[in-house]
């Protein structure tokens, strides 16, 4: 019975993944129903007929009849506000763990009337409302809760309107494929040592070290023994901690290992301390590789290569794996 209940459920609401882009709502898609203003309304319509009725008022039937005739329009005007509305989904920008993802939709309205107080939200978020000028188009960002890393699929969304005089509300349930990528909470820890490394151009050893070629800002992984001091001292409020640069000989590489978060416990909680590591390493224009288990990214440095690292923390475990809403 259960499964039957269902079926009509995803039916009647169309709440299969096979939406069409873009969607446009017609008629069958709009459902309405009296609100809670309505409701009283109609009760305050009855009492007046009753009253009407019962001292024989002309002018009361006509008052009524009026209001009636009022609310019938206000009915025809809701859903109207809603049918033909053309959506189409598009990219979510990545988040962290914790942050609200939001989720973007283009509206389009092709009429001469603009569409008013539309109501969109996700099961169990808040909801945003926003106006559509008339033959125009607009954006709307729904927002939804993402507390766990992963692929977070927020379920479908659910657009109403009460407009213009609140008796009544109209919905419509919409499916569009929407998901958002959400790294690991960043955890800030101090950075891990670099690894020394042979540079494959010259002679392993200290000569190198010794092929001074200039100074530059020092970054939180330097030795404090490479610093010019000489330099610093000059201006000292002018220029921050300057570290003499070599040529040749040793080099360094700073690689985020996941055998360096043994000692913090839980695998959430070593991804999140990978994840500040990155963040503070590309902060500190720093070259960087990652260890994971079965995957390894050279090091490198830049946007992209920061969106590579935190979506490969991101997705570790569970690549195929998608991360749930909580009203989904």
């Given at each position: 019975?259960?499964?039957?209940?269902?079926?009509?459920?995803?039916?009647?609401?169309?709440?299969?993944?096979?939406?069409?882009?873009?969607?446009?709502?017609?008629?069958?898609?709009?459902?309405?129903?009296?609100?809670?203003?309505?409701?009283?309304?109609?009760?305050?319509?009855?009492?007046?007929?009753?009253?009407?009725?019962?001292?024989?008022?002309?002018?009361?039937?006509?008052?009524?009849?009026?209001?009636?005739?009022?609310?019938?329009?206000?009915?025809?005007?809701?859903?109207?506000?809603?049918?033909?509305?053309?959506?189409?989904?598009?990219?979510?920008?990545?988040?962290?763990?914790?942050?609200?993802?939001?989720?973007?939709?283009?509206?389009?309205?092709?009429?001469?009337?603009?569409?008013?107080?539309?109501?969109?939200?996700?099961?169990?978020?808040?909801?945003?409302?926003?106006?559509?000028?008339?033959?125009?188009?607009?954006?709307?960002?729904?927002?939804?809760?993402?507390?766990?890393?992963?692929?977070?699929?927020?379920?479908?969304?659910?657009l109403e309107t009460r407009y213009?005089?609140?008796?009544?509300?109209?919905?419509?349930?919409?499916?569009?494929?929407?998901?958002?990528?959400?790294?690991?909470?960043?955890?800030?820890?101090?950075?891990?040592?670099?690894?020394?490394?042979?540079?494959?151009?010259?002679?392993?050893?200290?000569?190198?070290?010794?092929?001074?070629?200039?100074?530059?800002?020092?970054?939180?992984?330097?030795?404090?023994?490479?610093?010019?001091?000489?330099?610093?001292?000059?201006?000292?409020?002018?220029?921050?901690?300057?570290?003499?640069?070599?040529?040749?000989?040793?080099?360094?590489?700073?690689?985020?290992?996941?055998?360096?978060?043994?000692?913090?416990?839980?695998?959430?909680?070593?991804?999140?301390?990978?994840?500040?590591w990155v963040l503070a390493a590309?902060?500190?224009?720093?070259?960087?590789?990652?260890?994971?288990?079965?995957?390894?990214?050279?090091?490198?440095?830049?946007?992209?290569?920061?969106?590579?690292?935190?979506?490969?923390?991101?997705?570790?475990?569970?690549?195929?794996?998608?991360?749930?809403a909580s009203g989904r």
């Open positions: 019975m259960t499964g039957a209940a269902d079926r009509l459920r995803r039916r009647l609401f169309r709440l299969g993944r096979d939406e069409r882009l873009p969607i446009v709502l017609d008629r069958r898609r709009i459902f309405i129903l009296p609100a809670a203003a309505g409701a009283t309304y109609a009760g305050v319509l009855a009492v007046m007929l009753i009253g009407a009725i019962n001292y024989s008022l002309g002018l009361g039937h006509a008052l009524v009849f009026l209001l009636v005739g009022l609310g019938l329009v206000a009915m025809v005007h809701t859903a109207r506000n809603l049918a033909g509305l053309s959506i189409m989904p598009g990219r979510a920008d990545p988040v962290f763990a914790g942050e609200t993802a939001r989720f973007p939709l283009h509206l389009a309205n092709d009429r001469r009337e603009p569409r008013c107080a539309l109501a969109f939200r996700f099961q169990g978020n808040a909801a945003t409302i926003i106006d559509v000028p008339t033959n125009g188009a607009a954006r709307v960002d729904v927002p939804c809760a993402a507390p766990r890393r992963g692929w977070l699929d927020p379920g479908r969304i659910v213009p005089l609140g008796f009544f509300r109209a919905w419509s349930h919409l499916s569009p494929p929407l998901r958002c990528l959400v790294y690991p909470r960043p955890e800030r820890r101090p950075l891990p040592p670099p690894t020394p490394v042979a540079d494959p151009g010259t002679t392993r050893g200290d000569a190198g070290r010794e092929d001074f070629a200039g100074l530059r800002p020092r970054q939180p992984s330097d030795s404090l023994r490479h610093v010019a001091w000489k330099a610093v001292a000059r201006r000292v409020e002018a220029y921050p901690l300057l570290v003499k640069h070599f040529a040749g000989g040793a080099g360094e590489e700073l690689w985020l290992d996941w055998a360096l978060t043994a000692a913090e416990g839980d695998a959430e909680t070593r991804l999140s301390v990978l994840a500040g590309e902060a500190a224009q720093l070259a960087y590789g990652l260890k994971l288990p079965g995957r390894t990214l050279g090091p490198a440095n830049g946007g992209a290569h920061r969106d590579a690292c935190l979506e490969a923390l991101a997705l570790h475990g569970h690549d195929a794996a998608t991360t749930h």
